[in-house]
């Protein structure tokens, strides 16, 4: 079946605008992740999603994140007014159920962010 | 909440040779503990994973081992081959998914 898919692909903006990111889980899959990446570097929990409602977003970085979802379906991350820093690969994934066994997540391919 | 450290940073083996790679955990509430492997320039995905019921488990050349008590996780590799040169980050989570927190990883290299 289709897996995690992100859009877009690649985004280059310039410092200070507004970027949408956005990410479509496996369907059926209740929880919802977004880290970021940036090169050469590990995961950065950002925000997590059970559901439509969002209990950790203990690693959004400032107030210009900010992070929505539809459901148990799309989910957007936004970021508002870029900065340079922002620059990283903003990778989601997604797990079929919070409690109970199932806690593998896959990731989508992710979005590479360059703000100029 | 959760610290996950990963060590080595990095670790060049020669083909054919094991690799060990070591994490540890500071929440005792984590009973999850997956394994990532990711290739330059692509996405994360899992290769192995184990509980807290279990102590080891073993799927072909990997093998992950659990000591909750110290709370530390292993992945090994054996008989390594050039392909599974890539970064390989540790995770460890409790039931509910929550607070799913990874290693810093490790960049393993595999030498012909």
């Known amino acids: 079946g289709a897996g995690v898919s992100q859009s877009p692909s690649n985004k280059v903006t310039e410092k200070g605008k507004d970027v949408e990111l956005r990410c479509d889980p496996i369907?059926?899959?209740?929880?919802l992740y977004w880290y970021r990446q940036r090169l050469g570097q590990g995961l950065e929990f950002l925000i997590y999603?059970?559901?439509?409602?969002?209990?950790?977003k203990s690693g959004l970085p400032s107030d210009r994140f900010s992070a929505e979802r539809t459901g148990e379906s799309v989910s957007t991350l936004t970021i508002q007014r870029t900065q340079q820093e922002d620059s990283a690969v903003y990778l989601c994934?997604?797990?079929?159920?919070?409690?109970?066994?199932?806690?593998?997540?896959?990731f989508g391919p992710g979005t590479r962010l360059t703000v100029l | 909440g959760e610290n996950v450290e990963q060590h080595p940073s990095t670790l060049s083996v020669q083909e054919g040779d094991s690799a060990v790679i070591k994490c540890t955990y500071s929440?005792?509430?984590?009973?999850?503990f997956p394994w990532y492997k990711q290739e330059l320039g692509k996405r994360p995905q899992l290769i192995i994973d184990?509980?807290?019921?279990?102590g080891e488990k073993k799927d072909q050349r990997i093998a992950v081992t659990l000591n909750k008590t110290a709370k530390h996780f292993s992945l090994h590799i054996t008989e390594t081959q050039p392909e599974d040169s890539a970064v390989y980050f540790c995770?460890?989570?409790?039931?509910?998914?929550?607070?799913?927190?990874f290693g810093p990883g490790t960049r393993l290299s595999v030498l012909p």
């Open positions: 929440d005792s509430a984590s009973n999850y």
């Open positions: 999603f059970q559901g439509n409602s969002a209990p950790d």
């Open positions: 369907s059926g899959h209740t929880a």
């Open positions: 184990i509980r807290s019921n279990v």
């Open positions: 994934a997604s797990s079929l159920a919070v409690g109970g066994t199932y806690n593998e997540q896959f």
């Open positions: 995770a460890a989570t409790d039931n509910y998914g929550q607070n799913f927190v």
